[in-house]
DNA sequence: ATTGAAAAAGAGTAGCG
DNA sequence: CGCTACTCTTTTTCAAT
């Protein structure tokens, strides 16, 4: 699908803040609010925009400690056995097969410290893991919402001063 | 902040879609639509909801390759170092200090794989960096929007069949 | 302290030129 | 695409528990 530079900027308006009235958009990217409107039920329905959700602080909900947890399977393993395994786990926010010696990267959100533990401790019980190598976050320095930035608009260039 | 089970879910609806009217959310969970209102109010001044924001599909916008990188960094750097450094670059989305032999983790995003080797190329240059570690991602696996799950709601402990 | 109901203001939606 | 008219939501107010 194509998008041109009114679609990228009405993209990075509602990443911004979802809520922002068509008519606010409109003013920010020159277009009138159905106008903003047209384009946004046609961006849902390409898929382009998956949906609208709430920003949460993960803390306020409880969870206070997040790690990375590289893995280690079997010769044989599919992508897809790991993706079906590591699925049923709430605490596994994101999880992607990658290249090197590890063979997926997981990254986990828990109550505690003894929580992650509990968790890759399930997970290595798997058949298919060898073995596991956590690291546990200390501090996040920078989590940016999908979508804010946009490639074409600035190509990742800043003057390292 | 003290959160209750309404909050909660409440949280969870506007994660789910943070569209929905307060009329439907407050049926979802037992409330009026003034009442919900109100607690989201609430919950976005006490800081537990952050903000609103459309769901992007990252292909749509150019974004099909992502990488973690390891950073190994000098003795005495910082980690407000590391966040003012990489946080200039729009293809990190995340990053954080960690344990273990690494000192940070870095989440990218990018047009293409050349992409990602030139924005490599220069957090390498950063003068704090000693080496760094690459890991270009294959396929993902899971992808969870953070609060969709609730700690207290269940337990992470799917049945291991 | 928090709720539900009702009125007023505002935004989403669809059809027109 | 922009404009207008109509409908539905959000927002505020008020009384009650």
Same mark, same amino acid.
């Given at each position: ?24 958009i ?14 946004v ?5 390409t898929?382009?925009?998956t949906?609208f959700?709430a920003?949460?602080? /993960? ?27 590591v699925?049923?786990? /709430? ?14 990267l ?17 997970i ?6 060898v ?10 320095l920078v989590?940016? /919402? /999908? ?8 190509n ?6």
């Amino acid at each position: 699908m194509e998008l041109d530079r009114l679609d990228r900027d009405i993209i990075a308006a509602l990443v911004d803040d979802a809520r922002q009235t068509y008519a606010v958009i409109g003013h920010r990217v020159g277009l009138s609010a159905s106008a903003v409107k047209r384009r946004v039920d046609r961006l849902r329905e390409t898929g382009a925009i998956t949906g609208f959700s709430a920003r949460v602080a /993960p803390r306020a909900l409880g969870w206070t400690t997040e790690a990375y947890v590289e893995l280690f399977c079997q010769g044989k393993t599919k992508p897809s056995d790991i993706a079906l395994a590591v699925s049923r786990f /709430p605490e596994v926010v994101a999880a992607a097969t990658i290249t090197g010696e590890a063979d997926a990267l997981l990254h986990i959100r828990a109550t505690d410290v003894r929580h992650v533990e509990r968790v890759i401790e399930r997970i290595a019980a798997q058949s298919f893991v060898v073995r596991t190598k956590s690291s546990i976050v200390l501090s996040r320095l920078v989590d940016t /919402p /999908p979508g804010a930035a946009v490639p074409e608009a600035r190509n990742g260039s800043p003057a390292p001063s």
